[in-house]
């Protein structure tokens, strides 16, 4: 079955860094574009950052471009979210997705930005 489990989340102060991974199972990881969406209180869930199939392909929302650089291994079937210069208004869950057929999300993990 189809598995997404994310990791790398933590408390960071204002104007740090962290570095989510979404380790994926039970598809043919390299077939499928992966997107990074987070959810913050009492906010609808938003799209972050998009990567094509092959990688070559990357989208981000304006809140976080030239900041969080999306990016994937086939080889270890991850998919990862480096976020830099991170910001009180990033504080979210964080959660993978995998774009096709099916509706599959990973658990989420927590992103606390404060000082």
């Known amino acids: 079955q189809v598995q997404l489990v994310e990791s790398g989340g933590g408390l960071v102060q204002p104007g740090g860094s962290l570095s989510l991974s979404c380790a994926a199972s039970?598809?043919?990881?390299?077939?499928?574009?992966m997107s990074w969406y987070r959810q913050a209180p009492g906010k609808e869930r938003e799209l972050v950052a998009f990567?094509?199939?092959?990688?070559?392909?990357?989208n981000y929302a304006d809140s976080v471009k030239g900041r969080f650089t999306v990016s994937r291994d086939s080889a270890k079937n991850t998919v990862y979210l480096q976020m830099n210069i991170l910001k009180n208004e990033d504080t979210a869950v964080y959660y993978c997705?995998?774009?096709?057929?099916?509706?599959?999300w990973g658990q989420g993990t927590q992103v606390t930005v404060s000082s």
């Open positions: 039970g598809f043919i990881f390299s077939n499928y574009a």
């Open positions: 997705k995998r774009i096709g057929p099916g509706d599959y």
């Open positions: 990567i094509s199939s092959g990688g070559g392909i990357t």
